[in-house]
T-cell receptor
Framework: AQSVAQPEDQVNVAEGNPLTVKCTYSVSGNPYLFWYVQYPNRGLQFLLKYITGDNLVKGSYGFEAEFNKSQTSFHLKKPSALVSDSALYFCAVRLLYGGATNKLIFGTGTLLAVQP | GAVVSQHPSRVICKSGTSVKIECRSLDFQATTMFWYRQFPKKSLMLMATSNEGSKATYEQGVEKDKFLINHASLTLSTLTVTSAHPEDSSFYIC???????????FGSGTQLSVL
């Protein structure tokens, strides 16, 4: 079955330190991978995506993610965390059905807590 | 950027009543919209895919007669929770795919509480 997994429920990091939020996937074919962020009581906001090309993808708010095909991972990273980065982060994979309507499947989410 | 308006943001209703949630794409056309349910432990579950002018496609385990979806125009999809029960209490999120470029935008969600 095609799926995406986020092994950590929560990640704690001190402000100014680098952060990593992990994501692994299991899909057939070439994956379309996404990261979204959700602030309290709000909808999801797009951060970045990987479709093809350079394995290192840069996105909004200084975030980046590295696509690793051999490890089937797409970890989210930021060199220096901010307190305002504290939020819920979702990894997602877009399932393709040969011309039919595509859909986005989400991981279970990782709560990022950045301490001042 | 593109905006998806979801209304209401919060609703409290009595058990047995029906609740309608609207999802509107304000400045773009969306042939396809998606409805998600977010559980307390935060995982997002895709409920159904809504296509303008046709029947919605429901995910396995989602009751189509309980969660009625209508996508009558290119800018509006509605989710009606019929005969709501306390176990239907949840955070519902819609998303709309912009027809011209297939970008996906999310509504701000609806917190449904059934008493």
């Amino acid at each position: 079955a095609q799926s995406v997994a986020q092994p950590e429920d929560q990640v704690n990091v001190a402000e100014g330190n680098p952060l990593t939020v992990k994501c692994t996937y299991s899909v057939s074919g070439n994956p379309y991978l996404f990261w979204y962020v959700q602030y309290p009581n709000r909808g999801l906001q797009f951060l970045l995506k990987y479709i093809t090309g350079d394995n290192l993808v840069k996105g909004s708010y200084g975030f980046e993610a590295e696509f690793n095909k051999s490890q089937t991972s797409f970890h989210l990273k930021k060199p220096s965390a901010l307190v305002s980065d504290s939020a819920l982060y979702f990894c997602a994979v877009r399932l393709l059905y040969g011309g039919a309507t595509n859909k986005l499947i989400f991981g279970t989410g990782t709560l990022l807590a950045v301490q001042p | 950027g593109a905006v998806v308006s979801q209304h209401p943001s919060r609703v409290i209703c009595k058990s047995g009543t029906s609740v309608k949630i609207e999802c509107r794409s304000l400045d773009f056309q969306a042939t396809t919209m998606f409805w998600y349910r977010q559980f307390p432990k935060k995982s997002l579950m895709l409920m159904a895919t809504s296509n303008e002018g046709s029947k919605a496609t429901y995910e396995q385990g989602v009751e189509k007669d309980k969660f009625l979806i209508n996508h009558a125009s290119l800018t509006l999809s509605t989710l009606t929770v019929t005969s709501a029960h306390p176990e239907d209490s949840s955070f519902y999120i819609c998303s709309a795919r912009e027809t011209s470029n297939e970008k996906l935008f999310f509504g701000s969600g609806t917190q449904l509480s059934v008493l």
